[in-house]
């Protein structure tokens, strides 16, 4: 199966291992994985920012650039979602509406990727000890992804899942939110990490880099004792 990677703009400049160990695990499972080097970010950004129009352009080049029949898959439900929910209302009663349609379609968060097309749940990882899983809020609320890491989390060979408290409640990252109303911000990952460390948990995991650059931030200030790592790197660990 041919797939187009996107990969966005904090994991190519801050993460990038978490997109080399996404590209690991897809070929793992039998994908051929290509990667057009003129992809820069979704739009995202402009268009909470109240920059339409900025944003449309951005957005116009994201078209483009992911053209074609190929599925297209991103180690982000933040931008998945965005995609999917919003550039129906940029690009509305416009003559890119019907590619705006089929991008939608094609385009899919990692673990969805892996569970409802792929059909794959066990790629062979192994990590050793507890951990608790985050839900981003992009991923719950904007890509309906719940089941999908807790089904490939439960394969990985000694790896032991425990639910935290409040489990669905934001991280308090939102993107300029955390700039706009840092206090607020602090708070609400403060209650996150917590509710985290009282699982015992060793790992923080989720399917959001921003979730977890976040919350990391806060971890690594307190000193705390927790890994904050994205799925697609749990995924890759112990081959």
């Known amino acids: 199966m041919n797939v187009q990677l996107f990969i966005p703009c904090f994991v190519d400049q801050l993460f990038p291992e978490t997109a080399f160990n996404m590209v690991k695990v897809l070929e793992k499972a039998g994908c051929t994985v290509s990667y057009n080097a003129n992809q820069t970010c979704c739009g995202q950004?402009?268009?909470?920012?109240g920059f339409w129009?900025?944003?449309?352009?951005?957005?116009?080049?994201?078209?483009?650039?992911f053209s074609?029949?190929?599925?297209?898959?991103?180690?982000?439900?933040?931008?998945?979602?965005f995609v999917r929910n919003y550039y129906t209302k940029l690009f509305d009663n416009s003559?890119?509406?019907?590619?705006?349609?089929?991008?939608?379609?094609?385009?899919?968060?990692?673990?969805?990727?892996?569970?409802?097309?792929?059909?794959?749940e066990d790629v062979g990882a192994s990590l050793p000890g507890k951990a608790t899983y985050h839900d981003s809020c992009a991923g719950l609320r904007e890509c309906r992804?719940?089941?999908?890491?807790?089904?490939?989390?439960?394969?990985?060979?000694?790896?032991?899942?425990?639910?935290?408290?409040?489990?669905?409640?934001?991280?308090?990252?939102?993107?300029?939110?955390?700039?706009?109303f840092e206090a607020i911000s602090v708070g609400m990952g403060e209650q996150k990490v917590e509710n985290a460390l009282a699982t015992d948990a060793?790992?923080?995991?989720?399917?959001?880099?921003?979730?977890?650059?976040?919350?990391?931030?806060?971890?690594?200030?307190?000193?705390y004792d927790l890994k904050a790592m994205?799925?697609?790197?749990?995924?890759?660990?112990?081959?």
């Not at 129009?53 to 483009?64: A, G, I, N, P, Q």
């Not at 074609?68 to 979602?81: H, N």
């Not at 994205?230 to 081959?239: K, R, T």
Request: charged share 25%; with cysteine; net charge neutral.
């Open 45 to 49: 950004p402009a268009f909470n920012a």
């Open 53 to 65: 129009d900025e944003s449309r352009s951005v957005c116009t080049k994201f078209l483009k650039d």
């Open 68 to 81: 074609g029949t190929d599925y297209i898959v991103a180690p982000s439900a933040s931008c998945v979602g």
């Open 95 to 120: 003559s890119l509406h019907n590619q705006v349609k089929d991008l939608g379609n094609r385009l899919f968060e990692f673990s969805e990727f892996m569970i409802k097309v792929l059909k794959v």
């Open 145 to 180: 992804i719940k089941t999908e890491p807790r089904q490939l989390l439960s394969k990985v060979k000694g790896l032991e899942i425990t639910e935290m408290n409040d489990v669905e409640t934001c991280c308090g990252f939102g993107g300029t939110f955390a700039v706009k």
């Open 202 to 223: 060793r790992y923080l995991i989720s399917t959001d880099m921003s979730c977890l650059m976040h919350l990391d931030g806060y971890i690594k200030n307190k000193g």
């Open 230 to 239: 994205h799925l697609a790197d749990v995924l890759a660990s112990g081959w």
